[in-house]
Each structure stands twice: as C-alpha cells, then as structure tokens.
C-alpha cells in the first residue's frame, strides 16, 4: 500500500503519457531487479520480451518517430 501511495504522488507532476510508458516499464524492472538482487534466472524467451518493451518504450519517446506517423 505504501509503495502504491508513493507511486501516484510521484506521478501527480508528470504527463500522463509520459507515466504511463513508463508504468509499461515495471515488469522490466521487475526482472531486471530479480535477476541482480536474487538471482533469478531468466529464459532467452524472457530476456527477449523485456528487450522488446524497453525498446518498444524508447522508440515512442523518440520525437522523429512520432512526426513520421503524423
């Protein structure tokens, strides 16, 4: 509960489509994390689906991309 009421003030000043790509975020996080503090191990399948997001995230923020489909 803590960490979900934290969440939502730290978002109360950004874009809302700025928070949401990066909400899109926390299952990337997540696993990263997992896989650094306890040494979780990730299938190549899993590697290549948060591969996927973090640039499937990156390429919206990108500005000459959004011109391009305008």
Same mark, same amino acid.
């Given at each position: 509960g803590v960490a979900y009421t934290l969440q939502i #003030?730290?978002?109360r000043g950004l874009n809302p489509t700025l928070a949401s790509? !990066?909400?899109? !975020?926390?299952? +990337?996080i997540s696993a990263i994390s997992g896989w650094i +503090? !306890?040494?979780d191990s990730m299938?190549?399948?899993?590697l290549t689906g948060?591969?996927?997001v973090f640039?499937? +995230? #990156? !390429?919206?923020q990108l500005p000459? #991309?959004?011109k391009l489909h305008k």
């Open positions: #003030i730290g978002q790509l !990066l909400m899109s !975020l926390e299952s +990337v +503090v !306890l040494g299938s190549p399948k899993e948060c591969i996927f640039t499937g +995230v #990156i !390429l919206a000459s #991309i959004r």
